[in-house]
């Protein structure tokens, strides 16, 4: 290893070995804030090694890794991320385990690891890796309040469709590497681009890799488990599925079909966009059935999934709205927007519940405005109306879509936005009227941290900011495409 | 700066309320206050130096004020803001409904005062970005941005059937929204790959050459926009729903500014940027407009909540703005306008006089009212008044816009300028019915209430002058209007050759011998 790869490697190296020095800590006294400001240095410690990689020549480290300015924007992407995730945590376990909690914090840097990896992934071994380090650490942390039913029920069937859909991808792999005799993704795409090869065993084994590729994502017909993971899941947790795991496979997807013309491809296009219209329907037409705001949000994850899908579709042909561009600030946006309501589920909850039923935010506006006000907010986004980063993206999808001529899928997509700021207005409907007598008493109060407040208020801000000058973003991913 | 403070001063002044309100009650209805007058001051100066300085001849492709700066410059979106004697109108008629929307909510809403007023002055600011706005990005960003505190306006003061309004309003005008950027973004598309010069920019994107096949559909796009903020028969569902929920302030708001929204629309951007589609596409709008005219006022005639009648009623006279912009000739043009003004404030007193009878009674059912003329003969000589003006009497501003509208339609159909008459009937039945039944006829249920208080009288009393002043002196609004409608209408010239007066930009000594007659229209 030259010190080139050393320096790119840097993040990745940091990232892993701070689970190491907390194992080390706790060996030696287990103190749940000390592991907590422990991981959360060490994210930043491989946040501030990013420019360091970044100005390093070289990016193809290893045939196993390509460490370029599109894995270094995810790598900044999930460790800020996970961080945020972090402070809510805390407060959570606090209020909710009285096991042993440092090891949440392992599994969740451990996970991080795993997206990281994935972001960075250049080769069907590495990819298939850092993979199972991510699902398996979700395994745990899925089922970590392990006194709760709900919880372990949860974390059984992640496991076991987890493990079903790797099974599915290792065998689209082998089907794929026996006709390519490779495993790089760049000689994969190569063979696929040319017509000839067009034969049942390597679309056979795309369309199995895509089994893999859509359970993580939990797009239809692979989402059956997220509503029920999502609920049972601590909050946190949730949020972590939802943003860092999903936005590593996504990475991972748009660099394996970069060089890629997806609309030029029957085969493949028909798969993606059968996938992506499913989802947007059954996503949100499930949605608008749900009284629990947890499973709200995974139904409506199915469906902004499917939104991004049409960006990655339109993929990156085009000069003016690249599909990946856009799907990229779909993906900011969704971290943002997601995370921040997770967060604030996590803050309506008590010893014995999340308040995770559409009732418990029932008047919120007038118990604690500002906490309404930035759920407002994330709702409006994820409804994707203006001022709100949720529009800029919708928008960003809608015109990569039009500029590759994607009609019909831009049409869904119009009718399924409609469909979907209805229950996200259900939910701010809620939080302003007004609560009976007899409610008051079942209602949870929020108790809001001053990290956790002013990590919600610059979420919130990040919101608005991205909403109303999107410039910076913008200019920085396009920065970052390959 | 002016363009930017039109909105920008309005955010403020929200943010500002707000915040007040958490410590006091009154503050946020004298912050809103003085924000409106400001506002007011600045729009009317800005009117008055219009007319003053130029205003009145400027060429097509001139604005008289005009502020322009890269906002996202990657896409090619602008911040453009920009005015002409059109908007100039439209944001005069914002501040002072506005003004009178806040002076109207001062004793009817006593709960979460600090919110309310935020709601109220941030739909102002997104109308009059609205009115402004000429980068079509920025257009559709001011278009949305209003829904969301009229969401909250509706959806939290509202009464009882509030959310069932609140979201169907939402759903309709959001997806109406979302058709309207589509066709945005692909003609912006067209317009980039023909000249490689990516922009939403309204002035550029006016010339783009679209094949007839798509322009009809991307016109298509913007009418759904428009047509269901006008609204447009068969789109009109929402309204009625909403304005009967919504509190008198978000009545008023909604009457006499957001439908404006949708007329000025057909305006300055659906035909301007089609105009081939659009004159193929006229005569089915024609019909919808008639059909509107029609039956909705057929439908208020059957209403028995005071209030959903006045809400069919702007639904029938939007079917005549909706007439006046398709047969876009000059006359017609200037009707619309004249109608977007005077329904704007006929309505808007017509919402304000109802919330003001609700208040003191709490029913709107005309069945119960009755007699109230002997109770309270101010609020009585007021609503006579309002009812007069809707009904379209000469001397008061509506009957100035209505028959204009006529006469241009008259030159494109006659037909259809014989049916739409048949709306002054119409309107003339429902108007005296509503009065009747409200006013006259024997107070049967012995209704006591305190008549009009000097607040209520005050705003009365300038709606009132500004009803006759439009009536009777329309001249100076004509003459605001004419020359920005007619460059709209040369931009257009080469697919409606019967309007003639678009030729050539008259000087200022043809405008001011032709003064003495209707806005020297002819």
């Not at chain 2, 005015?83 to 709960?111: H, M, N, P, R, Y």
Request: with cysteine; charged share 10%.
């Amino acid at each position: 290893m030259t010190g080139h790869d050393f320096l790119k490697l840097m993040p990745i190296i940091i990232l892993a070995a701070t689970p190491l020095i907390i194992m080390l800590a706790i060996a030696i006294k287990r103190n749940h804030l000390i592991t907590a400001v422990l991981s959360v240095v060490g994210l930043f410690a491989a946040l501030f090694a990013i420019p360091g990689a970044k100005y390093t020549n070289g990016d193809q480290v290893s045939n196993l890794f390509i460490i370029d300015q599109y894995a270094l924007f995810y790598f900044a992407l999930m460790f800020l991320a996970t961080i945020v995730i972090i402070v809510p945590s805390f407060q959570y376990l606090e209020l909710r385990f009285k096991g042993n909690r440092e090891e949440y914090y392992l599994l969740l840097l451990t996970a991080t690891f795993g997206s990281v990896g994935l972001a960075a992934s250049n080769h069907f071994i590495s990819f298939f890796l850092s993979l199972e380090i991510l699902s398996v650490s979700l395994y745990a942390l899925v089922a970590y309040l392990r006194h709760q039913n709900d919880g372990i029920e949860a974390g059984l069937k992640y496991l076991i469709l987890a493990a079903v859909s790797s099974a599915f991808l290792l065998f689209g792999m082998s089907l794929v590497y026996s006709q390519v005799g490779s495993m790089q993704f760049k000689d994969v795409i190569n063979f696929l681009s040319q017509n000839g090869n067009y034969n049942f065993i390597s679309i056979a084994g795309v369309a199995l890799m895509v089994v893999g590729f859509g359970f993580k994502l939990a797009v239809v017909p692979f989402h059956m488990w997220s509503p029920d993971v999502y609920q049972g899941a601590p909050a946190p947790v949730s949020a972590f599925i939802a943003s860092v795991s999903k936005g590593g496979i996504l990475a991972l997807l748009f660099r394996f079909f970069a060089e890629f013309n997806i609309v030029q491809s029957r085969p493949l296009f028909t798969i993606f966009a059968l996938i992506a219209v499913f989802s947007m329907f059954v996503g949100n037409f499930l949605a608008l059935l749900q009284s629990n705001v947890k499973r709200l949000l995974a139904y409506s994850s199915i469906a902004h999934f499917g939104y991004i899908l049409v960006a990655f579709i339109a993929g990156n042909a085009q000069q003016q709205f690249k599909g990946v561009e856009a799907a990229t600030f779909y993906i900011v946006s969704y971290f943002i927007t997601i995370i921040g309501a997770f967060m604030i589920i996590g803050l309506i909850s008590n010893e014995e519940r999340e308040g995770m039923e559409m009732s418990d935010y029932r008047g919120l506006y007038w118990r604690h405005p500002w906490l309404s006000v930035a759920l407002s907010a994330m709702m409006f986004s994820l409804a994707g109306i203006p001022l709100t980063s949720g529009f800029i993206a919708k928008y960003y999808i809608l015109a990569s879509g039009i500029s590759t001529k994607l009609w019909t899928l831009i049409i869904i997509l119009i009718i399924n936005s409609a469909l979907g700021v209805y229950y996200y207005l259900r939910v701010t409907v809620e939080m302003f009227s007004n609560v009976d007598a007899e409610q008051k008493a079942t209602l949870i109060s929020p108790n809001v941290g001053i990290l956790s407040g002013i990590l919600l208020a610059v979420l919130t801000i990040a919101l608005v900011w991205l909403g109303v000058y999107p410039t910076g973003l913008i200019g920085s991913i396009q920065a970052a495409m390959f | 700066m002016t363009l930017t403070f039109l909105f920008a001063w309005l955010i403020l002044g929200g943010l500002l309320a707000w915040l007040a309100g958490r410590w006091n009650k009154e503050a946020p209805r004298w912050i809103s206050l003085g924000f409106m007058i400001v506002h007011l001051i600045v729009s009317v100066r800005l009117w008055i130096s219009f007319l003053t300085n130029k205003g009145l001849t400027l060429a097509q492709g001139e604005w008289f004020l005009m502020e322009k700066s890269p906002w996202i410059p990657q896409w090619g979106i602008q911040y453009f803001l920009a005015v002409d004697g059109l908007s100039i109108l439209l944001i005069v008629l914002t501040s002072f409904l506005g003004l009178l929307a806040v002076a109207c909510s001062w004793k009817g809403i006593q709960e979460r005062v600090g919110f309310f007023f935020f709601n109220l002055l941030w739909i102002l600011a997104g109308i009059s970005g609205v009115f402004m706005a000429l980068d079509l990005f920025l257009f559709y960003f001011f278009w949305e941005i209003m829904l969301i505190p009229l969401y909250f306006l509706i959806g939290i003061w509202g009464h009882s059937n509030r959310i069932y309004a609140t979201i169907k309003f939402f759903i309709f005008t959001q997806a109406s929204g979302l058709f309207m950027l589509i066709s945005i973004l692909a003609l912006y598309f067209i317009h980039g790959s023909q000249t490689g010069h990516y922009t939403f920019d309204y002035v550029e994107l006016l010339g783009t050459q679209v094949s007839p096949k798509i322009a009809f559909w991307l016109m298509l796009g913007f009418f759904l926009g428009f047509g269901v903020k006008l609204p447009a028969v068969p789109v009109h569902t929402w309204l009625p729903d909403a304005h009967t929920e919504a509190p008198t302030a978000g009545s008023v708001v909604l009457a006499g500014l957001v439908l404006k929204a949708g007329a000025y629309g057909f305006i300055r951007f659906l035909m301007p940027l089609f105009p081939q589609a659009g004159k193929e596409f006229a005569m089915v709008a024609m019909i919808l407009g008639i059909i509107g005219i029609i039956y909705a006022a057929m439908v208020a005639f059957a209403q028995n909540d005071l209030k959903r009648l006045v809400a069919y009623t702007s639904v029938s006279h939007m079917g005549f703005v909706l007439l006046g912009v398709f047969a876009w000739n000059q006359l017609a043009l200037q009707g619309a306008v004249m109608i977007i003004l005077s329904h704007g404030l006929s309505t808007g007193a017509l919402f304000i006089l109802v919330g003001d009878i609700y208040d003191r009674l709490h029913t709107r059912d005309m069945d119960k009212l009755g007699g109230l003329w002997s109770v309270t003969p101010r609020l009585g000589g007021f609503g006579m008044v309002f009812a007069l003006a809707s009904l379209g009497l000469p001397g008061l501003a509506n009957f100035v816009g209505e028959f204009l509208v006529l006469l241009g339609v008259y030159q494109v159909s006659v037909p259809i300028a014989a049916l739409a008459t048949l709306g002054f009937i119409a309107s003339t039945i429902y108007s005296l019915w509503m009065i009747q039944k409200t006013f006259f006829g024997k107070n049967v249920n012995e209704w006591k209430m305190p008549d009009a208080t000097p607040r209520e009288i005050s705003i009365y009393a300038a709606l009132v002058v500004a009803l006759l002043w439009l009536g009777l002196f329309p001249n100076t609004v004509l003459r605001t209007s004419r020359q920005a409608l007619k460059n709209l209408q040369q931009i257009t010239s080469q697919y409606f050759q019967g309007s003639k007066e678009a030729t050539t930009n008259p000087s200022v000594e043809e405008l001011n011998k032709s003064r003495s007659n209707y806005g020297g229209l002819e």
